[in-house]
């Protein structure tokens, strides 16, 4: 499965914005697809996962409520919303597939997608 996310850029706080990672070379109802992000000088971190199949989410507690996490079966793209953004949500957000349910782990995750930016300005 190859992965190619877009939609990042620039935003002010409170702010939103909507990430997409579109999919191709494989089918992804064995999947679950994750959004991860990383900012300067910080880990890797979790944001949100769906499960393909049956549509199940999970999330990060700093952006329960206010980011969302879908997908789209016939376009094999997924989405974040992101509402109320804050300015520590600045990272480069990335989109990734494990064939494990719900993970939050980055290495359970097997095919990333390149990064794209998001900032956030006060």
């Known amino acids: 499965v190859q992965l190619q996310a877009s939609g990042g850029g620039l935003v002010q706080a409170g702010g939103s914005l909507r990430l997409s990672c579109a999919a191709s070379g494989g089918t992804l109802s064995a999947y679950s697809m994750g959004w991860f992000r990383q900012a300067p000088g910080k880990e890797r971190e979790f944001v949100a996962a769906?499960?393909?199949?049956?549509?199940?989410?999970s999330y990060a507690d700093s952006v329960k409520g206010r980011f969302t996490i879908s997908r789209d079966n016939a376009k094999n793209t997924m989405y974040l919303q992101m509402n109320r953004l804050k300015l520590e949500d600045t990272a480069v957000y990335y989109c990734a597939a494990s064939r494990y349910p719900l993970k939050s782990i980055a290495g359970e995750y097997a095919n990333w997608g390149q990064g794209t930016q998001v900032t956030v300005s006060s």
């Open positions: 769906i499960w393909w199949s049956d549509g199940s989410t």
